[in-house]
């Protein structure tokens, strides 16, 4: 039998699912709520800007892998009522990198538009997060029932560039870093590991 792969479809009851989903709900967001609380209150080690934008990219990494992981745990487990948890991590994801984007521009750059749209555009490593950035705020903002019903067999090609914003998130990641460190690397590990467990669906994309 193949690694994770079960013969019975698992399901839980729905106040198991119902308590998961809330406490999902509460780890992502009371965490980043308590981490800039921590950063404004002058309770965090070091440079509190510095932390935040390692905490909320690190962050929106982490959502992303967890989110596209989702349906191959899902089909792998026979575990259908997973897949209500992709939605919610994805959502999470791009909600941590306007967050990510906010502290740069508010305390690094402190809103000099001139000096933000010359980093975008000079500096590589921003232009490549950045377009990472756009992708996911147009995922985002698609992301309501409505708007999916409205755009048809369209949305799902627009949300298929999930797949373009991991890869631009992870160079952005590499190239963010100023000596050899080994956690890009790991990061970038992780998602050829899922593309490649997930190499059935690309074909489906690309055909
Ligand atoms: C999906 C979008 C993005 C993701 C996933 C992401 C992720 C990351 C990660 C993981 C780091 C390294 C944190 C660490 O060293 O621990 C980082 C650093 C950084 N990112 Fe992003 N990022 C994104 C978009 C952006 C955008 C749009 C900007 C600004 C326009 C930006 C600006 C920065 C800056 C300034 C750093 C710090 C580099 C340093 O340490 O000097 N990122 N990002």
Redesign the pocket.
């Known amino acids: 039998m193949p690694l994770l792969t079960r013969e019975r479809p698992l399901r839980v009851n729905t106040t198991a699912m119902l308590v998961a989903r809330i406490g999902v709900h509460i780890l992502v967001s009371i965490w980043a709520a308590l981490i800039f609380y921590q950063a404004f209150s002058g309770a965090l080690p070091g440079d509190p800007v510095?932390y935040l934008?390692?905490f909320t990219?690190?962050g929106?990494?982490n959502l992303?892998l967890v989110s596209l992981s989702i349906s191959l745990l899902s089909m792998r487990l026979k575990f259908a009522q997973l897949m209500k948890f992709r939605k919610t991590f994805g959502v999470y994801a791009a909600i941590y990198?306007l967050l990510?984007?906010s502290v740069?521009?508010a305390f690094?750059l402190q809103f000099e538009w001139s000096l933000i749209l010359s980093?975008?555009i000079e500096r590589p490593y921003?232009t490549v997060?950045?377009c990472?950035?756009l992708i996911?705020s147009a995922l985002l903002l698609t992301s309501f029932d409505r708007v999916k019903r409205q755009l048809g067999p369209l949305w799902q090609r627009i949300h298929n560039t999930v797949y373009i914003?991991v890869i631009l998130?992870n160079i952005?990641?590499i190239w963010?870093?100023?000596s050899t460190e080994f956690?890009p690397y790991l990061y970038i590990s992780l998602t050829l590991l899922l593309l490649y467990l997930k190499r059935k669906k690309w074909q489906k994309i690309f055909k």
């Open positions: 510095q934008i390692d990219g690190i929106t990494l992303l990198a990510h984007f740069f521009i690094e980093e975008i921003i997060g950045f990472a950035l996911l914003a998130a952005h990641f963010s870093i100023k956690l």
